[in-house]
């Protein structure tokens, strides 16, 4: 890990940088289902969406993010208010660096304080690796925790070819029969410390 990167909350102000990081993922990898590149004002708007109720949060090193990560809502009825689904990007050159670890860590540690029990991830698998996806994003949640829920058979199709997805789960919190409602993210914003992810 990089004692140079700093971890912190992102702004609608950053959407055009971590839109550069995301591109590549669009145009060359079935990592992401979509098939083109969002214009920055949809993505303004999606990071806006997210940071009504959750963490977006950015990895940045020398001023400039390197790496990004939020939550979204698993499912929009009230009963999964305590589920989310993660998602994760890396700058190109900074893959295998520990800008990911670092990013998810945090994540888990803002979502325990908001009172998220289980953190889903729904996850791009081919039955063969290729150029456009490998199984490296599976392991790397394996790495960190998650384990396998199931599987759907070629339900993506990006670049010609047929893709599978999986949904890998783990859960961060204690399940009880009173459960204290999810706060929001600026409700906790005043007791994260950045500084120490």
Same mark, same amino acid.
């Given at each position: 890990?990089?004692?140079?990167?700093?971890?912190?909350?992102?702004?609608? *102000?950053?959407?055009?940088?971590?839109?550069?990081?995301?591109?590549?993922?669009?145009?060359?990898?079935?990592?992401?289902?979509?098939?083109?590149?969002?214009?920055?004002?949809?993505?303004?708007?999606?990071?806006?969406?997210?940071? *009504?109720?959750?963490?977006?949060?950015?990895?940045?090193?020398?001023?400039?993010?390197?790496?990004?990560?939020?939550?979204?809502?698993?499912?929009?009825?009230?009963?999964?208010?305590?589920?989310?689904?993660?998602?994760?990007?890396?700058?190109?050159?900074?893959?295998?660096?520990?800008?990911?670890?670092?990013?998810?860590?945090?994540?888990?540690?803002?979502?325990?304080?908001?009172?998220?029990?289980?953190?889903?991830?729904?996850?791009?698998?081919?039955?063969? *690796?290729?150029?456009?996806?490998?199984?490296?994003?599976?392991? $790397?949640? *394996?790495?960190?925790?998650?384990?396998?829920?199931?599987?759907?058979?070629?339900?993506?199709?990006? $670049?010609?070819?047929?893709?599978?997805?999986?949904?890998?789960?783990?859960?961060?919190?204690?399940?009880?029969?009173?459960?204290?409602?999810?706060?929001?993210?600026?409700?906790?914003?005043?007791?994260?410390? $950045?500084?120490?992810?």
């Amino acid at each position: 890990m990089k004692n140079d990167i700093i971890v912190r909350k992102a702004s609608i *102000e950053d959407a055009a940088e971590l839109l550069d990081i995301y591109a590549p993922y669009v145009e060359k990898t079935a990592i992401t289902f979509e098939y083109t590149v969002p214009e920055l004002s949809e993505f303004e708007r999606r990071i806006g969406k997210v940071l *009504e109720r959750y963490p977006y949060i950015v990895a940045e090193q020398d001023g400039k993010p390197v790496g990004y990560a939020y939550v979204s809502p698993f499912h929009e009825r009230a009963a999964y208010d305590w589920c989310v689904e993660t998602s994760i990007y890396i700058e190109e050159s900074q893959k295998r660096s520990g800008i990911g670890k670092r990013l998810y860590y945090a994540l888990e540690d803002i979502l325990k304080k908001q009172g998220i029990l289980n953190l889903n991830a729904c996850i791009a698998y081919p039955d063969m *690796e290729d150029e456009h996806l490998t199984r490296n994003s599976v392991m $790397f949640h *394996e790495h960190l925790g998650y384990s396998m829920v199931g599987e759907f058979h070629k339900c993506g199709y990006k $670049f010609k070819r047929w893709y599978n997805m999986v949904w890998m789960e783990k859960p961060i919190g204690e399940h009880l029969e009173e459960q204290p409602p999810v706060r929001r993210f600026d409700e906790v914003l005043d007791e994260i410390d $950045f500084e120490k992810y």
